[in-house]
């Protein structure tokens, strides 16, 4: 199959550090390409990808210090698509809505992965005049704001198998690992460790947007003896840093709309202990991945439980459950449908 | 002819107070009706116009609280243009270019006025993938930055002849419209006025940007006995404001891409002393309708020669060359260039 891939260009696929979405558009190029297909991804041309480059622009926009309108090179990517479209059996978009207009007028079969939040009250309507593009939602939680928009699936992300490999846990630490901002609530994990009388090791970056939140609520917090703040870490580090651990806390205060920590951790065979919102209870198989939690109290009863879970389970439930591998053989079911669906008005398109 | 206007959404046509684009906009669509032509409006509901409004979104976006996403409003106003594209002979964008890897797909002719700086280095790349859309400059030296564009005209800004009348100069001030910015140099205007020994009258806008610059550099100098902080004024207060001002100071410290606040002054038989410096060269007949100069000492005298100028005589130039009726003839002109040099393609096109 041929299969177009069109990345955010805010950061390299995958990205240097965190980011979410271009790193789920990673391990997908590379694993359609693994499994036979020809991919072709648009994206940041310092990206390194098993899957042909279209490089769009010359580097990650984050790290471009010049850059000042962040539209402009996507709209340059949506008309170097536009110019190649007929080598493609499917487009498959990471960018939201801002093709649709084009790519609905132009006679290729197309879906989009709707990667954040569903909450804006624009998208309302976006989803009202879009209300027949393909969009697959990457939890069912995703989404209870915007229930009308044409969902064709839910795909939960998978990473590689070989990316983490599990460690011992034996470090008898809580782990905390994402961004430092109120959603994610790193003030609830200190709390919840202290209570717990366990050692939490937080790896997290702080954003500029956050940096308020991180001076005024969580620095005050780390001075305290059983905290240690480690940074943002890359992959090399994650495995020892969340394989080594007792469990992951995941004390979200958001809907999150995935929550890649959570099988970044199953993949070490690392337990999750997480807060009852968004895609926590479909991510986390409650007795066996971890501890779905409504409060704080219980996420404090539930390290005492940790022992009763099986690391090498855990490890064998994200390999069947949240493998890069399953997500890319998922996504192909669409495509095909989608292509099968779309091919008399294609043959009519091509006719002219 | 039938014609499309798609105006940005931040503010409605016209928009309440300050703000460039919209009011460029409304004053087209407005006189082209007057022409006689059927003008669509794609704006914000709350615009005012004797075209047909196509109401986008239902207020202003800038006016909207709840507003997180600028982007999604201009989406899906291009997919409602898009749905009715065949009702149009010519499509005239003032949204730079959102819409063009769309629009360059649909058959109908189009173009876009390009309404704002084009120094951004992004620009370079938009305009050598889009080097075939047709576009407008609103000055000549406006082209600069970017000189590869497919520029098919420059056209000045007009305003409604009847909007702005002359009064009669005899106020003796110095006024200074526009916003508080770096840019705009409203600290130049101070100092020139000091120098000259005049009055000045300040009328502008501060906005959330430029609030840092406006509380460090320009308030400290309002305490100056000379210097009269208005705030910001619509169009009723203008006419007094500018037609009783000795002259308006424009010393501007950038390529102001065209500069309203000039012949707004022109309309009220009011002469402008304006830095040589982006569009001034073009709007300003130097000894006729104000005085070209290229520094604050310069300035200073040519206040000295203001009464040399026949303020009768701005008034006439202004009619001339800076009304809306010319503004929105010459883009007719342009309209039939394109839609006669897109006939034979559209014929193909709609021939299937």
């Given at each position: ?36 297909h020809?991919?072709?991804?648009f994206?940041?041309?310092d ?15 984050r ?11 996507h ?8 110019r ?89 630490y ?29 790896a ?50 958001w ?18 202990i ?32 940790l ?28 495509y ?10 294609r ?6």
């Open positions: 199959m041929k299969i177009a891939q069109v990345s955010p260009l805010m950061e390299s696929v995958p990205p240097k550090l965190y980011g979410g979405t271009e790193r789920i558009v990673a391990y997908l190029a590379d694993e359609l390409t693994a499994l036979g020809e991919v072709t991804l994206a940041a041309g990206s390194v990808t098993t899957a042909r480059l279209e490089p769009v622009w010359p580097c990650a926009l790290l471009d210090p010049g850059m000042r309108d962040y539209l402009a090179p709209v340059v990517m949506l008309e170097m698509l536009a190649r479209v007929e080598e493609f059996d499917i487009v498959h978009l990471h960018i939201d809505y801002l093709g649709y207009p084009m790519l609905r007028r132009i006679g290729v079969p197309f879906m989009t992965t709707l990667h954040g939040r569903l909450d804006l009250p624009e998208l309302k309507r976006v989803y009202e005049i879009f209300d027949d593009v393909p969009v697959v939602s990457i939890s069912d939680a995703q989404r209870d704001p915007l229930p009308r928009a044409n969902y064709v699936a839910t795909v939960h992300h998978g990473i590689p198998e070989q990316l983490l490999m599990p460690c011992s846990g034996s470090g008898d809580l782990a905390f690992l994402g961004r430092i901002s109120p959603e994610k609530a790193p003030d609830a994990a200190i709390r919840i460790a202290a209570k717990a009388g366990m050692q939490l090791k937080i997290a970056k702080v954003d500029k947007v956050d940096q308020q939140y991180f001076a005024e609520r969580v620095e005050p917090m780390l001075a305290a003896s059983h905290v240690e703040f480690i940074g943002e870490i890359g992959d090399e580090q994650k495995a020892e840093f969340l394989g080594n651990a007792a469990a992951l806390l995941f004390p979200i205060a809907r999150e709309p995935f929550g890649l920590a959570m099988i970044e951790a199953m993949a070490c065979g690392t337990p999750v997480g807060f009852r919102n968004g895609s926590v209870p479909e991510v986390i198989d409650d007795g066996v991945t971890g501890f779905i939690v409504d409060d704080e109290e219980q996420a404090v009863l539930a390290t005492k439980r022992h009763r879970l099986d690391r090498g389970r855990i490890r064998r439930v994200f390999e069947a459950r949240f493998s890069a591998r399953r997500m890319a053989e998922d996504y192909v079911k669409i095909r449908g989608l292509i099968a669906r779309d091919r008399p008005l043959q009519a398109v091509s006719a002219g």
